[in-house]
Nanobody
Framework: QVQLVESGGGLVQAGGSLRLSCAAS????????LEWYRQAPGKQRELVAS???????NYADSVKGRFTISRDNAKNTVYLQMNSLKPEDTAVYYC?????WGQGTQVTVSS
């Protein structure tokens, strides 16, 4: 069983920054790609960013140039640095590895 624990969410004004962290409990972390998703009220969950074992990254068009995903295999942790936040970034953010999901962390951006 893999446990993923997100942290770093909160309330921030538009234009501000937050850094999300997701710590994994298992060594499979370093062997797999990692993903951040988000789900806003009334909307489907969407992929925000991903990072492969070779550190290749991909981003949703809506966050390109503002969000940065990174990983620290020594700490079994993946990060999502979010800058220039907008009210439309408000959502619950989840990390994912293989079929396992974290519990989510709320990000609220006020205008």
């Amino acid at each position: 069983q893999v446990q993923l624990v997100e942290s770093g969410g909160g309330l921030v004004q538009a234009g501000g920054s937050l850094r999300l962290s997701c710590a994994a409990s298992a060594s499979i972390f370093r062997l797999n790609a990692l993903e951040w998703y988000r789900q806003a009220p009334g909307k489907q969950r969407e992929l925000v960013a991903s990072i492969t074992t070779d550190y290749n990254t991909n981003y949703a068009d809506s966050v390109k140039g503002r969000f940065t995903i990174s990983r620290d295999n020594a700490k079994n942790t993946v990060y999502l640095q979010m800058n220039s936040l907008k009210p439309e970034d408000t959502a619950v953010y989840y990390c994912k590895i293989l079929i396992f999901w974290g519990q989510g962390t709320q990000v609220t951006v006020s205008s």
